[in-house]
Antibody
Framework: QVQLQESGPGLVKPSETLSLSCSVSGGSFSSYYWTWFRQPPGKGLEWIGYTYYSGTTDYNPSLKSRVTISVDTSKNQFSLKLSSVTAADTAVYFCATLENKNGYAPDYWGQGTLVTVSS | DIVMTQSPLSLPVTPGEPASISCRSS???????????LHWYLQKPGQSPQLLIY???DRASGVPDRFSGSGSGTDFTLKISRVEADDVGVYYCMQALQTPYTFGQGTELEVK
């Protein structure tokens, strides 16, 4: 059973970089792809991107120029960095796992963390 | 991007009655390996999404058999045979055939 927990600042100023971490327990880094989603208040879900422990990444083209997702196996965590944020980036951010065997259906999710972009 | 369209967007249901949610994709979700990369989620109020159905019709671990998924190509359906009070929330379909992964708008199920 994989457990995920997001952490990071709940308030980020416009034009700055949003940085979140997702702590992983109960799972092997080579068994999953590690992914981020977000959900603006009252709205639907948006996929941000994923990484694999080998360093492979894939990002949503709508965010690609601003996003970096990376894994730190020594700390049992993976991270999200989103640069040049605006109010439109205000959302609950979720980390999750992807597995080939179930068609890359995100199965384990963190509880989510709200990030507000405001001065 | 593959566009996912759900209907209805709001679904009031009496407990014990069945419910059905439709999801259509802008292109076929059938992979060359024969699998269909369509998944269903329930997001209960204040919670993260929980996987109900993966690959079109496979129930995730611990999901009651009241929930079933069907469909092929571009047309898919999630059915709940007998709605319970605990089924309230927003249901999403999601495609994972190609990135960027995309979701339907969500269907809010309300128990009368």
């Amino acid at each position: 059973q994989v457990q995920l927990q997001e952490s990071g600042p709940g308030l980020v100023k416009p034009s700055e970089t949003l940085s979140l971490s997702c702590s992983v327990s109960g799972g092997s880094f080579s068994s999953y792809y590690w992914t981020w989603f977000r959900q603006p208040p009252g709205k639907g879900l948006e996929w941000i991107g994923y990484t694999y422990y080998s360093g492979t990444t894939d990002y949503n083209p709508s965010l690609k120029s601003r996003v970096t997702i990376s894994v730190d196996t020594s700390k049992n965590q993976f991270s999200l960095k989103l640069s040049s944020v605006t109010a439109a980036d205000t959302a609950v951010y979720f980390c999750a796992t992807l597995e080939n065997k179930n068609g890359y259906a995100p199965d384990y999710w963190g509880q989510g963390t709200l990030v507000t972009v405001s001065s | 991007d593959i566009v996912m369209t759900q209907s209805p967007l709001s679904l009031p249901v009496t407990p014990g009655e069945p419910a059905s949610i439709s999801c259509r994709s802008s292109q076929s979700l059938l992979h060359g390996n024969g699998k269909t990369y369509l998944h269903w989620y329930l997001q209960k109020p204040g919670q993260s999404p929980q996987l109900l159905i993966y690959l079109g019709s496979d129930r995730a671990s611990g999901v009651p058999d009241r929930f079933s998924g069907s469909g092929s190509g571009t047309d898919f359906t999630l059915k709940i045979s007998r709605v319970e009070a605990d089924d309230v929330g927003v249901y999403y379909c999601m495609q994972a055939l190609q990135t960027p992964y995309t979701f339907g708008q969500g269907t809010e199920l309300e128990v009368k």
